[in-house]
Nanobody
Framework: QVQLVESGGGLVQSGGSLRLSCAAS????????IGWYRQVPGKEREGLVC????????YYADSVQGRFTFSKDSDKNAAYLEMNDLKIEDTGVYYC???????????????????WGQGTQVTVFS
């Protein structure tokens, strides 16, 4: 069964850090480009960080540039999102996607028609 499971969310004070995990099962995470997204109630899902499977292309939303970092562990078959200097506006449900594409701008900016997992909640308080 092909599946992605997000975890690592929680409650964190503004300025703090969190590391989200995206565990892949049923396929090697290295075979696909990975995207991380955030959804806030009442707003459209936003693409934050998208990295091509061969690292040939990347996209970072302006809102997270310099604060969020993507990484991947082939041995653990997982991808990660390191989030630093968290702000209240980072609050939301975070999702990951694995897609066979090399266009990271498109992967991050067009979110319709995708199949999403349960996500992981991140809440930043002052």
């Amino acid at each position: 069964q092909v599946q992605l499971v997000e975890s690592g969310g929680g409650l964190v004070q503004s300025g703090g850090s969190l590391r989200l995990s995206c565990a892949a099962s049923g396929f090697p995470v290295d075979w696909y480009s990975i995207g991380w997204y955030r959804q806030v109630p009442g707003k459209e899902r936003e693409g934050l960080v998208c990295i091509a499977k061969d690292n040939s292309d990347s996209y970072y939303a302006d809102s997270v540039q310099g604060r969020f970092t993507f990484s991947k562990d082939s041995d653990k078959n997982a991808a990660y999102l390191e989030m630093n200097d968290l702000k209240i506006e980072d609050t939301g449900v975070y999702y990951c996607l694995a897609v066979n594409t090399q266009d990271m701008t498109r992967l991050c900016t067009f979110t319709g028609g995708r199949s999403w997992g349960q996500g992981t909640q991140v809440t930043v308080f002052s």
